[in-house]
């Protein structure tokens, strides 16, 4: 019921290209999705979030797609770009607790051939 | 967003011994936690650092070996007692306000020889 599972473990891609990162979660009392992106020694940043009541968001490069009905999420990296090179993490949090708690999923090493 | 900063950036310690780290933010904050990210491997919640009372515990962390203090709205501390190499590992503290998301320090880099 609490995991956000995540596809794929790996990417490359060509400089330009579209990165596409996808998530799914279970618990439907979810309502904060949040991603973030994280290089080597750092730590995560957060890149971009959304809530359920909007099927998209873009941020620059960056565009979140959501599927409340399916239960998915996808992270969107649009001309991407070497500094796009690093792990992201997807993240559902919510829920009738109010702890905020983050589950995350297990994330995702892009890397973005020049 | 919260600047926030850990201390150590990262250390070498030896088996058996226990390291505190330290976790300071620029402004109040309502929630603080602490993560362990092993190499390569996604976040792992450890607890959530109450200000003024004991820590709340993520399933297969205890107070014993991960103690936590929290005396105010911007500080907390994180202890791995007893380290063995399995210890090994990043520590990430990270912050929030009510309504807001969570930002994350730059961790503390953990090897136990």
């Known amino acids: 019921q609490q995991q956000v599972k995540q596809s794929p473990q790996s990417l490359i891609v060509q400089k330009g290209g579209i990165s596409i990162i996808n998530c799914a979660y279970e618990?439907?009392?979810?309502?904060?999705f949040p991603w973030y992106q994280q290089f080597p020694g750092k730590g995560p940043a957060l890149l971009i979030a959304?809530?359920?009541?909007?099927s998209e968001k873009k941020e620059g490069r960056f565009t979140i797609s959501f599927n409340k009905s399916a239960k998915q999420f996808s992270l969107h990296i649009m001309d991407s770009q070497p500094g796009d090179s690093a792990t992201y993490f997807c993240?559902?949090?919510?829920?009738?607790?109010?702890?905020?708690?983050?589950?995350f999923g297990t994330g995702t090493r892009l890397k973005v051939l020049a | 967003s919260a600047v926030i900063s850990q201390k150590p950036s990262r250390d070498i310690c030896q088996r058996g011994t226990s390291l505190t780290i330290q976790c300071q933010v620029d402004?109040?904050?309502?929630?603080m936690f602490w993560y362990r990210q092993q190499p390569g491997q996604s976040l792992t919640l450890i607890a959530t650092?109450?200000?003024?009372?004991?820590?709340?515990?993520e399933s297969g962390f205890v107070i014993d070996k991960f103690p936590i203090s929290r005396p105010n709205l911007t500080f907390s501390t994180l202890t791995v007692s007893n380290m063995s190499p399995e210890d090994s590992s990043i520590y990430l503290c990270?912050?929030?306000?009510?309504?807001?998301?969570?930002?994350f320090g730059p961790g503390t880099r953990l090897t136990v020889l």
């Open positions: 990270s912050v929030a306000r009510v309504g807001d998301t969570q930002y």
């Open positions: 618990n439907t009392a979810f309502d904060y």
């Open positions: 959304i809530r359920p009541d909007v």
């Open positions: 993240a559902g949090s919510g829920g009738v607790s109010g702890t905020y708690k983050y589950i």
């Open positions: 402004s109040q904050v309502t929630m």
């Open positions: 650092a109450n200000q003024g009372s004991e820590a709340t515990y």
